[in-house]
């Protein structure tokens, strides 16, 4: 489960850092982290379950049908034994009664011991035990290979597991989750993302959770330089999204900002401000 967890969460970051732009070695995360944030993920488990409850119906549907088989071929079987064996009975008592009729006493009784005996009664004479033919000659090469390919089957079965019904939905979970969080604060797509890569409609409902996914990060004030335009200025309320050491992602209504504070000293003292886009005030939050 640990594995499975570590591949949805690692995913997950890669898919986050690739739709905000920025390489995810940027901000490492530990392995427990990614852990923890793989199984917290909707998506991937949903997709798990779906597909361990198709293979239960399945597997349930083809042995409740073989059950269902053997047992008509049985009522079958009986049926068809009762009726022969009504009609033998019913042949046999009127070729008796006939041979009553027809013959003396005594002769009847001569003639149907002649015949020997019947039903359960027949002795089986020069029982010969024939041994079966080897089909295939070599059976250890033919099971050591049948043995080779089953376990590549396994193995191939296995990678196209974890990647599409774990790491796939994953990573794309991240990339909505990122983008749903920047439009909800612009109001705009991120720039890499053309609309044909996201409808106004879908952005829209990424914004409205991305709303929501922005109560668990704070907002700072950052005093910047004259000669730092291009930064986020004082006295708009920041985002922080990431941040290790000395370097943060920061979001505001002009977009992101990967800041460096190299080796000057810094603080990220607490806003009030917390900037939200017109595109989410209509949405319904939970």
């Not at 053309?194 to 709303?211: H, M, N, Q, T, V």
């Amino acid at each position: 489960m640990g594995i499975f967890g570590y591949a949805a969460g690692k995913s997950f970051n890669d898919g986050w850092a690739r739709a905000a732009g920025i390489p995810t070695a940027l901000f490492p995360s530990d392995t427990y982290e990614l852990v923890l944030q793989g199984l917290s993920l909707k998506t991937p488990w949903l997709y798990v379950a779906v597909g361990i409850v198709m293979l239960i119906v399945i597997f349930s549907s083809i042995f409740f049908l073989d059950t269902f088989q053997e047992r008509r071929n049985n009522l079958i079987r009986h049926r068809r034994k009762a009726y022969e064996s009504y009609w033998s009975r019913y042949n046999r008592n009127s070729r008796a009664k006939k041979a009553r009729v027809e013959y003396p006493k005594g002769i009847a009784f001569e003639k149907w011991r002649a015949l020997g005996s019947r039903g359960h009664w027949i002795k089986v004479k020069n029982m010969q035990i024939l041994r079966a033919q080897r089909v295939f000659p070599y059976t250890k090469i033919a099971a050591s290979l049948f043995l080779q390919l089953a376990a590549i089957a396994i193995l191939v079965i296995f990678y196209f597991f974890i990647k599409n019904i774990i790491m796939r939905p994953a990573s794309t979970e991240g990339a909505q989750e990122y983008i749903g969080m920047y439009a909800a604060v612009t109001g705009k797509r991120p720039s890499q993302f053309s609309i044909s890569d996201i409808e106004p409609y879908f952005l829209k409902e990424l914004a409205c959770k991305g709303r929501n996914e922005l109560r668990k990060y704070r907002t700072v004030k950052i005093a910047t330089e004259k000669n730092e335009a291009s930064l986020p200025s004082s006295d708009t309320g920041n985002y922080v999204l990431k941040g290790t050491d000395k370097i943060f992602l920061l979001l505001n209504t002009s977009g992101s900002t990967v800041r460096s504070f190299g080796g000057n000293s810094f603080d990220l003292k607490e806003s009030d401000l917390r900037p939200i886009s017109d595109i989410v005030k209509s949405c319904h939050y939970s």
